[in-house]
C-alpha cells in the first residue's frame, strides 16, 4: 500500500469559538501505479487533506501512513517522497520553463538527473514555443504545464497534481493526461485533485467524491455511476424555449438558456428519440444527444440532488 489515510480529521479554529471543520474522519488508500481522484468544489477539503499528506499540517485525530510509516512522525520522509504540484502559480520569475525545470531536476535527482527527460516532457507536452521564454512574459497556461513539469522531472514514489489542467488549452490537456498516465508504468502512484468532474471521469482508476469535508463516495468512475443511478442522459438545443414542452418520461430536467438536459429511464429510450426527432422536423429541437449518465451526474445527486448541463 503506497497511503493509507484513516479516519482523518483536521479543524481549523478562527475567532472566538469559530471553526471549520476541513477534514471530517476521512479514509483512503492508494495502490501503487494507480491514478486516484479526489474530486469536490472549492473549499472542499482537498487541499487541506493534501498538506497533510505531505506533512505541511498535522490532522487533530486520525493516522495518515505512506508507504508503511507515519508522515506525522517523519513529514521530511513524506515530502522526499512526494512530488508536488500546488494549486498555486508557481512564481517563474525571470526563468524560463527550461531553467525551472532543470533546477528543480538537479535539486531532486543530484547526480541522477537525466536532461533528455526534459526535453522529452517538453515534447511530449507541446511547449517547445515557451521554453525559453522568460516566465513573466507567459501564459497562464504555459506556467501552469511548467508547473508540473517540475513536479515530473524526477517524479517521487507519490505525484500528487493539485488542479493541473487549469489554463491549459484543450489540445495540451490530451497531452497532459497522457504523460500521466504514463507515469504510472514504472509503479508511481498519483493523486489528481480537481474540481473538473468530466475530465477526471477519463484520468482516474479510482476516485473519492468529497463534499464539506466528507468522503460521500469512492471506487471506480464505473462504481460510482451505477451505485447512484441506471438513468440515461439526454442533451438538446432549443430553438425557442417558449415553444418546448417535455413529455413526462423526464425524470429530471435543466436548463441554461437554449440548452437542456433530461435525465432519463433507457427503457424509454424508444420514446425519446421518436420524441426528439419530430421536434428537429417542427424545427423546435436544433440537435440532441444522448448518452450514459456520467459521474458528474453522480456528483450533483450526491452533493445537491440536482442536474446540470455539462460545461
Request: net charge positive.
Amino acid at each position: 500500500m503506497v497511503l493509507d489515510v484513516r479516519n482523518v480529521t483536521k479543524i481549523f479554529r478562527g475567532k472566538g469559538k469559530t471553526r471549520v471543520i476541513a477534514n471530517d474522519n476521512l479514509s483512503l488508500q492508494i495502490k501503487e501505479g494507480e491514478i486516484f481522484g479526489l474530486l469536490g468544489q472549492n473549499g472542499a477539503g482537498k487541499t487541506t487533506l493534501v498538506n497533510q499528506i505531505v506533512g505541511l499540517v498535522a490532522p487533530d485525530q486520525g493516522e495518515i501512513n505512506l508507504f508503511g510509516k507515519s508522515v506525522l512522525e517523519s513529514p521530511e520522509r513524506a515530502r522526499s517522497i512526494c512530488s508536488v504540484q500546488p494549486q498555486s502559480q508557481v512564481p517563474l520569475g525571470f526563468l524560463t520553463p527550461r531553467q525551472a525545470v532543470s533546477i528543480m531536476g538537479k535539486m531532486r535527482a543530484g547526480k541522477n538527473y537525466n536532461p533528455k527527460r526534459l526535453d522529452m516532457l517538453f515534447e511530449s507536452l507541446g511547449m517547445g514555443e515557451w521554453a525559453d521564454k522568460e516566465g513573466e512574459r507567459l501564459s497562464g497556461g504555459a506556467r501552469r504545464l511548467t508547473a508540473f513539469c517540475m513536479a515530473v522531472i524526477a517524479p517521487g514514489k507519490l505525484v500528487i497534481l493539485d488542479e493541473p489542467t487549469n489554463d491549459v488549452d484543450p489540445v495540451r490537456r490530451r497531452y497532459l493526461w497522457d504523460v500521466i498516465r504514463s507515469l504510472t508504468k514504472d509503479g508511481t502512484s498519483v493523486i489528481l485533485v480537481t474540481h473538473n468532474v468530466l475530465e477526471a471521469e477519463k484520468a482516474v482508476d479510482r476516485v473519492a467524491i468529497i463534499d464539506k469535508g466528507k468522503i460521500l463516495t469512492k471506487g471506480t468512475p464505473s462504481e460510482i455511476k451505477s451505485s447512484i443511478t441506471n438513468q440515461m442522459r439526454m442533451e438538446f438545443t432549443i430553438s425557442n424555449i417558449e415553444n418546448i414542452h417535455v413529455p413526462e418520461w423526464a425524470i429530471a430536467t435543466h436548463q441554461s438558456g437554449t440548452r437542456m438536459i433530461c435525465q432519463i429511464n433507457p427503457s424509454n429510450i424508444s420514446d425519446v428519440i421518436e420524441w426528439a426527432r419530430r421536434e428537429v422536423d417542427k424545427g423546435v429541437v436544433v440537435d440532441y444527444s444522448i448518452s450514459p449518465t456520467t459521474i458528474e451526474d453522480a456528483y450533483i445527486e450526491l452533493t445537491s440532488k440536482k442536474v446540470v448541463v455539462s460545461s
